[in-house]
């Protein structure tokens, strides 16, 4: 089928993915086979950004999940994830003879971002703007490899929670969305993953504690998400990367996010 009738796949990694040896490379292997979708790789970075801070004398805060960005630390979490990051991740897809390309959020104007509400410093909330460049790098037969890094409209750049940006570009495109985690979907009270998880279902378990931390952030992107594009979201494990064929393939793999 023509690559122009399929939804493009965002695919979201975490920092997790790069400290693991050779877990990268897996996840570019099996991306290398998909020849008829157009994709795209959305990355954060948190631990490699903690150690880098640790270097630099300062420590790391969050609130319900998310990282907390002071003004002073803003240059460093930019050139870690925009630059050391982003750059390593484009290498290793070029090495397997992927042609990616490394951007930010604000290259091409693509993802726009207001000042987060939730006081959390530099810190953006970000919303899909413009779609020419990516469209250009997807019709050019390219993998854009995109950090979490944007701007506010005054040039000021910001942090933003790579799940949010996954599901800005996402919009942007009108795609799939895959969020891999260390963990293969989402586990309900009983400690046993769920098959699907919807608003009310998840608003319960982060009540009780059972969803916490970073899951947290990620299940409401999600849901956010599904919501948004009236399509249920995949929350799977990076671990098993040959899960992305199944995916496309219609079946259901790690925990679905229902749309309300």
Known sequence: MDKAKLKPLVIKIGGAILET??????????????????????????????????NAGFSTEKKHGLRVTPKEQMPIIAGVLAGQVNKSIVASANALNIPAVGLSLTDGDMVACRLSELDLGCVGEPYPHCSKLLDGLLNGGFLPIISSIGALKSG??????????????????????????????????????????????????????????????????????????????????????????????????????EAN
């Open 21 to 54: 040896h050779g877990a990268l490379q897996k996840l570019l292997t099996v991306m290398a086979q998909v020849k008829h979708r157009h994709m795209v790789l959305i990355h954060g970075g948190g631990c490699v950004v903690d150690d880098m801070l640790a």
């Open 156 to 257: 000021q750049l910001v942090n933003v929670n790579a799940d949010d940006a996954a599901v800005s570009i996402c919009q942007l495109l009108n795609a799939e969305l895959l969020l891999l985690t260390d963990v293969n979907g989402v586990k309900g009270a009983n400690g046993d993953y769920l098959s699907t998880l919807d608003a009310n279902e998840a608003d319960q378990l982060i009540e009780q504690g059972v969803i916490a931390g970073g899951m947290t952030a990620k299940v409401k992107a999600a849901l956010h998400a599904a919501n948004q594009l009236r399509r249920s979201i995949a929350v799977a494990s990076w671990q098993q990367p040959e899960q992305i064929m199944h995916l496309l393939a219609g079946q259901a793999i790690g925990t679905r996010i």
